[in-house]
């Protein structure tokens, strides 16, 4: 992935502004603080803001912060990764374009990804974006054995991927899909849908007398990546545009090739605390206007991951 300039809003709510009419109007203000939404110092202190599109849906809290706090986990070129500093790719520049419609700016931290919606639920974040499947289990907070662990999320959907299984250049064990691992190592990120989906496969592999695949999760991909690429694992498992990207630009190609086609592949969300529905449904509306008026498509091809475009924005279309 190249270095990307990401467009961002700068326009936000000032505080100082807001203090300042307060000062000036502070009878007025006393006689109508029964309903701040009719307040003028509002429209003032945002100013360019609320000429967004789309600003209007946003929740109070957001209009007034001027900002979205996001959780990511920036090490999924081209989906989100950090280059000279900064956090780039396709969801940061998604993310820039949403902005645009909802008139706040979008800031992206890096955090551990199977922590991500854990930090969301508690209020760290106020979504997390980073190549999320929205699937049921995400939805209802529940484990792998369909424990309940937490409240679950809601998913405002804008791309859609597979996942897909990653060899060394030239494929020396001869690896054609997801099937040949049978008892063999692969490599994996810790609490990803792509992790799930070899611990699937390997019970099949069980189920039909063949050993089991020695699945190695890493706390980040990076680490997955590393496994392979020094043969202590004969494969890794990733989202397609992620293991895609992989196989072009590591070692200028040299290291990497994707084999066999991707499965299972499912959407990926932005994810909302379930009691913000305000949010989640300003995120659903600013995902189908970048959609309408063609941004949305030419960021995909920006990256090379058009593969992965969505027609309409959907809220909990998981499985």
């Known amino acids: 992935m190249t270095a990307s300039t990401i467009r961002r809003t700068t326009a936000r709510r000032s505080r100082l502004a807001a203090v300042g009419s307060i000062a000036v109007a502070g009878a007025l203000l006393l006689a109508g603080c029964g309903d701040q939404t009719d307040d003028n110092s509002d429209s003032e202190s945002t100013g360019q803001a609320n000429s967004a599109p789309l600003f209007s849906k ?15 986990n920036a090490e999924y070129a081209p989906m989100e990764f950090q280059e000279g500093g900064k956090i780039v790719g396709v969801d940061p520049d998604i993310a820039a374009a949403l902005g645009e419609k909802l008139g706040v700016e979008f800031k992206f931290t890096s955090g551990t990804f199977d ?31 369909g424990k309940k662990l937490g409240p679950g999320v809601d998913f405002v959907d804008y791309f859609v991927a597979g996942t897909a299984v990653y060899v060394q250049k030239g494929n020396p064990k001869n690896i054609n899909s997801i099937e040949d691992l049978c008892g063999q190592t692969a ?3 810790r609490g990803t849908t792509y992790e799930q989906a070899l611990k699937d496969q390997s019970k099949k592999c069980t189920d039909a007398g063949d050993k089991a695949i020695k699945i190695e999760p890493y706390e980040n991909d990076t680490e997955a990546q590393t496994r ?7 494969a890794g498992v990733n989202d397609y545009p992620v293991a895609v990207d992989l196989a072009r630009k590591a070692d200028d190609g040299n290291a990497f090739e994707v084999v ?7 959407p990926f969300g932005i994810a909302v605390n379930k009691d913000n529905k305000q949010l ?40």
Do not use: F
């Open 58 to 72: 946003l929740p109070k809290k957001i209009q007034n912060a001027g900002e979205i706090q996001v959780g990511t």
């Open 115 to 145: 922590t991500l919606i854990t930090s969301l639920n508690t209020g760290r974040y106020d979504i997390a974006m980073s190549s999320i499947t929205d699937n049921k289990q995400r939805q209802e907070g529940l484990d792998d054995k």
């Open 187 to 189: 490599a994996v990120q």
């Open 228 to 234: 392979v690429k020094s043969g202590g694992a004969v």
């Open 260 to 266: 066999g086609e991707q499965i299972d592949a499912g």
């Open 280 to 319: 989640t449904e300003a995120l659903e509306a600013a995902v189908n206007a970048i959609i309408e008026d063609g941004t949305y498509q030419e960021i995909l091809e920006k990256w090379g991951a058009e593969t992965g475009a969505i027609d309409k924005a959907a809220i909990n279309g998981g499985k």
